[in-house]
């Protein structure tokens, strides 16, 4: 059973507006969540990281929330560029060491157009 | 800088043979992972390393073998290629904490293998 939902699957904006990619789990526990962006073809690159109950980080124009209770993240990027096309995935820890297990969404493909 | 490398890029093989892919980390993190990645899943785990000469196994290993031979290099071994292990494959190292700390989960840019 899937344990990471990501949505929407996928997602048309056009440049400069901004967008929110939302993540739902059921893992537990849930000790730490993180959001990549995996450009086509390639590797998964860490935007940020949310360890404690309603985290808020922000890196530019991506920001993210955590809201443990409801198991549900955010990620907002703001006025997109054309290098904002990518697929974002989100990842739920399920433990802060090597131990535990990352639990993978299947990711929102963004599409952003000029 | 931290980093993953992986080879090769691409491989393209026949039903029944045998590949090794190749993976070198330069972070000095003993937690080293083998994932695959198909449309419409998430990354799944296939074996990771917590050093050298340690194996565990993930959850989908059926098929695949892995060795850690040193600290950077860890490999997966298809010893009987089926197209069915047709996939992306990533590399991952980690300093131990599992990703929980910022900056410390890192991916290599993964071997596409097609299995004919």
């Known amino acids: 059973k899937t344990q990471v939902e990501q949505s929407p699957q996928s997602l048309v904006v056009r440049q400069g507006e901004n967008c929110v990619l939302q993540?739902?789990?059921?893992?537990?526990?849930?000790?730490?969540l993180r959001w990549f962006k995996q450009d086509t073809g390639k590797g998964l690159v860490s935007l940020t990281v949310?360890?404690?109950?309603?985290d808020k980080t922000s890196n530019g124009r991506y920001s993210a929330t955590l809201d443990k209770d409801a198991k549900h993240s955010t990620l907002h990027i703001t006025a997109t560029l054309l290098d904002d096309t990518a697929t974002y995935i989100c990842?739920?820890?399920?433990?802060?060491?090597?131990?535990?297990?990352?639990?993978f969404g299947a990711g929102t493909q963004l599409i952003v157009i000029p | 800088e931290a980093a993953v490398t992986q080879s090769p890029r691409n491989k393209v093989t026949v039903t029944g043979g045998n590949v090794t892919l190749s993976c070198r980390q330069t972070?000095?993190?003993?937690?080293m992972y083998w994932y695959r990645q198909d449309t419409g899943h998430g990354l799944r785990l296939i074996h990771y390393s917590y050093g050298a000469g340690n194996l565990q196994i993930g959850d989908v290993p059926d098929g695949y073998k892995a060795t850690r031979t040193t600290q950077e290099d860890f490999f997966l071994l298809l010893e009987l290629a089926s197209p069915s292990q047709t996939s992306l494959y990533f590399c991952?190292?980690?300093?131990?904490?599992?990703?929980?700390?910022?900056?410390?989960?890192?991916f290599g840019s993964g071997t596409r293998l097609t299995v004919l």
């Open positions: 990842v739920v820890g399920d433990r802060g060491s090597a131990l535990g297990r990352l639990h």
């Open positions: 991952a190292s980690s300093d131990g904490t599992g990703g929980a700390s910022a900056e410390t989960l890192y």
């Open positions: 993540c739902n789990y059921s893992v537990t526990p849930d000790n730490h």
């Open positions: 972070n000095s993190h003993n937690y």
């Open positions: 949310l360890v404690h109950e309603n």
